[in-house]
């Protein structure tokens, strides 16, 4: 079943919703799916608009997807704000360029007593100019918090040593 979304009072010229069989409302404009709502209210972003703008959503018992990775690795904010790293030997962890109001979190957990390095370079910023000292013990994790401001990225202990 297909209808037209009132353009005057969305503000959406050819905007069409439809349902398929399995209950799923998919909101198409220009022939494109852009927007696809299961049953189970998860929704889907087929084609998002990087300058789109949401104010003051409410968004309750959300969950985020952790991206897992092993050994030296390069944060890619396109996995998710929450990446789950596993050490394997000397491993390094190449932070993100800053990019205005981005954070992230990184989870470390160590295979063995391994070294963990930070690469990002200078704009890379800890408190009191101190990288930590990581845990690195077999089986433990640590998790650190970035923020960024589009200059500098500022890294924190959430907690060490789980």
Avoid: C, H, R
Avoid at 124 to 143: E, F, Q, R, V
Wanted: hydrophobic share 35%; net charge neutral.
């Amino acid at each position: 079943m297909a209808s037209t979304i009132n353009a005057q009072t969305t503000g959406f010229a050819g905007v069409v919703t439809t349902a398929d069989a399995s209950g799923v409302l998919n909101i198409q404009t220009g022939g494109v799916t852009a927007i696809s709502i299961s049953a189970s209210q998860v929704v889907t972003f087929a084609n998002p608009v990087a300058s789109t703008t949401l104010t003051n959503p409410t968004i309750t018992n959300y969950t985020e997807t952790i991206y897992t990775a092993t050994g030296s690795t390069t944060v890619n904010l396109t996995n998710g704000t929450i990446q789950k790293i596993t050490t394997s030997g000397s491993t390094t962890i190449t932070l993100p360029s800053s990019t205005t109001g981005k954070s992230f979190t990184v989870i470390v957990v160590y295979a063995a007593a391994d070294t963990l390095t930070w690469a990002g370079g200078s704009t890379l910023k800890w408190a009191s100019s101190t990288t930590p000292t990581p845990t690195s013990a077999t089986g433990k994790i640590d998790i650190f918090n970035f923020y960024q401001d589009g200059t500098n990225t500022y890294g924190s202990v959430y907690g060490q040593n789980y």
